[in-house]
């Protein structure tokens, strides 16, 4: 389809002149000296003119019509208040009321139009109103068009209008036969609800569709926050609809979606990211990163998938998160619905970190607003020399100090303390139950109250009264309906064993190694995240901790008495069989 049918080549048929008149002051554009003549045309066809006059002290001896002017060629027709002819040059000037309408429904008006026959160039000048047959305007104050190219442009600025949007630019270049337009410096293209802002891009009448090829931000009006930041892709103006292939960034609900490669549709909310991606929440103080990961705008969650890891920025101690998959997401508060509150979950193989707890699970959920976070499926948390097990573990954080404050286990808890650290030996200080509650004081786990089936293995020392030196007394065995104990340093005090209580402490010659460890007991080093860069991998698959029994005193009372009862037997007589 063609905008634009141009000006004519106008042969004189009229009055010969007399004398050579003064050739035409062509616009720079049409200042070709190179430029070849081409085969003669067909005849002007003049439909209307009032006058057609050739004065030497008129447009320099050329011959013009004047009043009501309207001249057909092939179908066009220009229309005027003046057209100047300039029969040695192959070339016109139309002035005032210019408009030139063509077969295919296409109409542009100006003040002026100047057309070179030879090189099939033209140009409409002041107040220049393009109008397709599709609905499409262009104004501005100079067009250039070029038949041969099927091509026109304007660098004066000006605005295009397809009844949908309207865009801005400095320079636009319309390729005729693919309706497209390339546009750049300042560009703007704006309709109801969206505005595109950008350096360099191209759009497609017929499509709709827009490529960007330079910085372009694509903002929502009704929320200027919400936008798109881009330096290559493409944009559909009609289904709202973003494919971003280069420095891209979806802003929404104060949060920030990178990634290689990414998609959005501003009408859905929906938007995926592929590699690099980084999910943002400046709000939160948290991002997330993985391969891969979508959003739901309108629903206001994510989900990253390919080897995710969130990282909870604090002020003093942040927690790292990482799993198969992470989701995010807000919901609103049920206490003041104006508010939100922001969660984060964790599935399949579950690992987090933070400086004072470590701890694996296969999900663990975490509400950030209110510090809690929920470890389920075969729970571990580590603490200092100190690990904690059960069916489910529960962390309450203090917001305010970014501490844990306490640890409620659920089902099969069971809490295991290293008696010292700063050796190999195979003692450890041990509590379990059927719930548990974990109070943290400084960071560091301090008490542990313990309901149902309550019991406890305590390795308990003395001080010399001479050296001063803890002395080792013995193993403490304790069973009762509720325990409270102590974490203190490396010991663990019982400071209560109620209901149906027990309590039994054994020298260290008098109880077996079987007896010093739950049969549950599972202190796991090998799996322990130890730095933040542990949770990238599924376990850091740590050398296992090869650990020292110290049973010299019950082995050698144990022999002690295994000799005595040999010499017993020895004693007692024999019967023999006659």
């Not at 195979?426 to 089936?453: H, P, R, S, W």
Request: net charge positive.
């Amino acid at each position: 389809m063609k905008i634009f049918c141009f000006l004519l080549i106008f042969l004189s048929a009229l009055i010969s002149a007399q004398g050579k008149p003064t050739p035409p002051q062509r616009d720079a554009f049409l200042q070709n000296k190179s430029a070849v003549k081409s085969a003669p045309g067909k005849k002007v066809k003049i439909i209307n003119a009032d006058e057609i006059i050739k004065d030497p002290a008129m447009y320099d001896g050329n011959q013009y019509l004047k009043g009501n002017v309207k001249i057909e060629h092939q179908g066009s027709i220009l229309s005027a208040d003046i057209v100047v002819l300039y029969e040695e040059e192959n070339f016109a000037k139309a002035i005032g009321n210019s408009r030139l309408e063509n077969p295919d429904g296409s109409v542009i008006t100006s003040s002026e139009m100047e057309y070179d026959g030879n090189t099939q160039k033209g140009v409409a000048k002041k107040n220049v109103v393009l109008n397709d047959p599709k609905g499409t305007v262009i104004k501005t104050e100079t067009l250039y068009y070029d038949r041969l190219a099927n091509q026109a442009y304007y660098d004066t600025g000006g605005t295009i209008n397809d009844g949908k949007s309207v865009t801005y630019s400095k320079t636009a270049k319309y390729f005729l036969d693919s309706r497209t337009i390339d546009l750049s410096g300042r560009v703007k293209i704006e309709d109801k609800e969206y505005t595109l802002e950008g350096d360099n891009v191209v759009q497609n009448q017929n499509t709709n569709v827009v490529t960007i090829n330079g910085y372009t931000v694509i903002t929502n009006k009704k929320n200027p926050k919400n936008k798109i930041i881009t330096e290559k892709g493409t944009h559909n103006m009609n289904t709202k609809e973003s494919f971003l292939t280069k420095n891209s960034r979806i802003y929404y609900n104060d949060k920030i979606l990178t990634g290689d490669e990414m998609y959005y549709n501003q009408l859905s909310g929906f938007g995926t990211a592929t590699g690099n991606v980084t999910l943002d929440d400046p709000l939160e103080k948290r991002y997330i990163k993985g391969g891969y990961g979508e959003i739901y705008e309108k629903k206001d969650s994510s989900m990253i998938t390919k080897s995710p890891y969130a990282i909870k920025i604090l002020e003093k101690d942040s927690i790292y998160f990482a799993s198969e998959k992470i989701l995010s997401y807000q919901r609103p508060d049920s206490a003041d619905i104006t508010k939100k509150k922001s969660f984060l979950r964790a599935f399949k193989k579950a690992r987090v970190y933070k400086s004072n707890a470590q701890g694996r699970a296969d999900s663990i959920a975490f509400n950030e607003t209110d510090g809690i976070m929920h470890m389920y499926t075969d729970p571990i948390l580590w603490s200092d020399q100190k690990q904690v097990t059960g069916d489910k573990v529960e962390a309450y954080f203090n917001t305010s100090n970014e501490n844990i404050d306490s640890l409620k286990v659920i089902g099969n808890a069971l809490a295991i303390s290293k008696v010292d650290s700063l050796n190999l030996k195979d003692e450890f200080n041990q509590v379990k139950g059927k719930l548990m509650t974990v109070y943290y004081e400084e960071g560091k786990i301090k008490q542990a109250k313990v309901i149902g089936n309550a019991q406890a293995i305590s390795y308990v020392d003395d001080v010399d009264s001479k050296t001063k030196q803890p002395v080792r007394t013995g193993i403490n065995l304790s069973s009762c309906g509720i325990i409270d104990a102590l974490f203190e340093n490396q010991a663990l005090y019982i400071l209560s064993c109620n209901i149906g209580a027990t309590d039994d402490l054994y020298p260290m010659s008098m109880i077996e190694p079987a007896k010093r460890k739950f049969p549950d007991f599972n202190w796991n080093t090998k799996d322990r995240i130890r730095k933040w860069q542990d949770i990238l991998v599924d376990t850091p698959n740590y050398e296992e901790i090869k650990y020292e029994a110290e049973t010299a005193l019950y082995d050698n009372a144990k022999k002690i008495i295994d000799d005595a009862k040999a010499k017993e037997e020895a004693k007692k007589p024999k019967r023999v069989r006659k």
